[in-house]
């Protein structure tokens, strides 16, 4: 089979530049084009070399539409408003759209649903396999304990990150909440302040902590009575995500225009 050629969109981000970089270190894929917005400083730049990774020959442009009209997939890790577009293209182009922004405001993503009857869409929160295991763990722990156990996620991000919380603490109180049967929506708390009263049996607590240039630290606390059990996962390495990406849309090559998951792309669902 040939390579698969992809577009990486906000290429010149902390994560399209990763991407950029996990696409030369993987067989079966290349860069064809990298898109930022019209007036960034990027456009012209070769993104291989603002990557890192020596020059490739491909130029930073504004125009989505002509680069997704030759390519096989896109990786977007940019904004909410911007992946909507970027799935109303890929959709046109009939194309795989791997989107892990995050960000979202509630029902906001229900666009993708549209689009995906056209492209094949793998979102995630979190691109990385200790992640989307996690939550299967988060799930099953959440299936095992009773509403005693007051279930409560605290992230932390580096001091750059804009959304709150993180999309992969909402994938993990999600996981929790299945586990427990429960509507996330309801249940949810997403910050405390003053006096908030006692804690209500069956929130799902959420907890932020921005600095530094901490990647991702996430964990889930059951906090019984006299017992606590924590599950955390830590990422180290940007990579670990942008390699995610790539194993996604190599993945969703070959499959029908859909929604997919990261759990579907790791099995995690079989
Ligand atoms: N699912 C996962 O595994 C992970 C998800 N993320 C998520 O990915 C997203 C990006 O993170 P990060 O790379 O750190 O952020 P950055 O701000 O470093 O990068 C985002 C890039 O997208 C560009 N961009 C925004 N809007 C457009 C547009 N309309 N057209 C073209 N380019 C655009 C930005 O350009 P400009 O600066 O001009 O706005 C910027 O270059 C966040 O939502 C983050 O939470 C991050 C890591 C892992
Ligand atoms: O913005 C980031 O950096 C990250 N964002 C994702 C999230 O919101 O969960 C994934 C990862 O933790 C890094």
């Known amino acids: 089979m040939s390579e698969m050629r992809l577009v990486v969109v906000g290429a010149a981000g ?36 603002l990557a890192g990774v020596g020059t490739l020959g491909v130029a930073v442009t504004d125009d989505a539409l002509s680069a997704f ?13 911007a992946s909507l577009e970027f799935a ?27 689009a995906a009857r056209h492209a094949r869409i793998v979102k995630s929160g979190n691109m990385s396999l200790g992640v989307n295991l996690l939550a299967a763990l988060v799930k099953k722990a959440a299936q095992a304990l009773d509403a005693d156990f007051d279930i409560e996620v605290l992230e932390m991000h580096h001091k750059h990150k804009v959304d709150a919380p993180s999309g992969t603490a909402l994938l993990l109180g999600e996981a929790a909440a299945e586990g427990r049967q429960i509507p996330l929506a309801e249940h949810s708390v997403r910050s405390r302040d003053g006096i908030t009263g006692a804690r209500k049996s069956g929130d799902i607590g959420f907890a932020t902590l921005r600095g530094g240039s901490v990647i991702g630290e996430h964990s889930v606390i059951f906090a019984g009575e006299g017992e606590r059990i924590e599950l955390t996962h830590r990422a180290e390495d940007r990579q670990l995500f942008a390699k995610g990406a790539v194993k996604a849309a190599l993945w969703a090559f070959d499959k029908k225009p859909g929604f997919y998951s990261m759990a579907d792309v790791l099995g995690l669902n079989d």
């Open 14 to 49: 902390r994560m399209g530049r990763a991407l950029v970089r996990a696409v030369a270190e993987i067989e079966g894929a290349r860069v064809c084009a990298a898109i930022e917005r019209s007036g960034s400083e990027f456009l012209g730049q070769d993104i291989g070399e």
């Open 69 to 81: 009209a030759a390519a096989d997939g896109v990786l977007d890790f940019t904004a909410p408003v």
């Open 88 to 114: 109303e293209l890929a959709a046109q182009a009939r194309i795989v759209h791997v989107i892990g922004t995050t960000g979202w405001a509630e029902d906001e993503d229900k666009p993708l649903f549209a």
